[in-house]
């Protein structure tokens, strides 16, 4: 399973927009990249997920470049209820992964802070 | 539609006991995975249940064991608690191995402490 590499933490003000990037220099050709939320004694929420390039959707943006070898997870003009641990996750849970979809391997995130 | 839901909420026991937590799947799903959660890590992959039986199993000792019904709610049991076996514990559930969607949804957990 490939590794990530992201920042511990990150703070930003309110409506702004923000940037969390992640490394994973080791993935595979049947790897996706998957983002994971959670708040304080919640079970995580899932985000976003894509394998190249652009993914978009109503929450956030999943940008990936061609090498793939890092992706940001792009969070526009976020609030105080943006405040959670972000998780990014490899591995391989794509569409066509079978029985390997849903052993996830989370490692400690990146706990974002919006501050007023 | 309820999503997925464990109990109980929160449990405290005592070094050597043992412990069952449950959990119910979200409408339509039939795969479910049970994490461990310590305070301040990511949460960690115990094992996955699909048709009854342990598919897949992560890094964890034969003290945790689990079950699935044909109902495809799952119990996690955990023998001879260490103080370390406090934690967070997440069951996670799945549409079938044969959907696009791969999507994990995610419970509230349990709050497990041992003392």
């Known amino acids: 399973l490939a590794k990530t590499t992201q920042p511990i933490s990150m703070d930003s003000y309110e409506g702004q927009e923000v940037n969390i990037t992640c490394s994973h220099n080791?993935?595979?050709?049947?790897?996706?990249i998957t983002w994971y939320q959670q708040f304080p004694s919640q079970g995580p929420r899932f985000i976003i997920q894509?394998?190249?390039t652009k993914v978009t959707n109503e929450v956030a943006s999943l940008f990936i470049p061609a090498d793939r070898k890092s992706s940001t997870l792009s969070l526009p003009r976020v609030s105080l209820s943006d405040t959670a641990v972000y998780y990014c996750l490899v591995g391989d849970t794509g569409p066509d992964s079978g029985a390997g979809s849903y052993q996830l391997t989370f490692g400690k995130g990146t706990k974002l802070s919006v501050i007023p | 539609d309820a999503g997925v839901t464990q109990s109980p909420t929160h449990l405290i026991k005592t070094r050597g006991q043992q412990v069952t937590l449950r959990c119910s799947p979200k409408?339509?799903?039939?795969?479910v995975s049970w994490y461990q959660q310590a305070l301040g890590q990511g949460p960690q992959f115990i094992f996955q249940y699909y048709e009854e039986e342990e598919r897949q199993r992560g890094n964890f000792p034969d003290r945790f064991s689990g079950h699935q019904f044909p109902n495809y709610s799952s119990e996690l049991n955990v023998n001879a608690l260490l103080l370390g076996d406090s934690a967070l514990y997440l069951c996670a559930s799945s549409q079938p191995l044969d959907s696009v969607n791969t999507e994990a949804f995610f419970g509230q957990g349990t709050r497990l402490t041992v003392v």
């Open positions: 080791n993935i595979a050709t049947n790897d996706y």
């Open positions: 894509g394998y190249k």
């Open positions: 409408s339509g799903h039939d795969t």
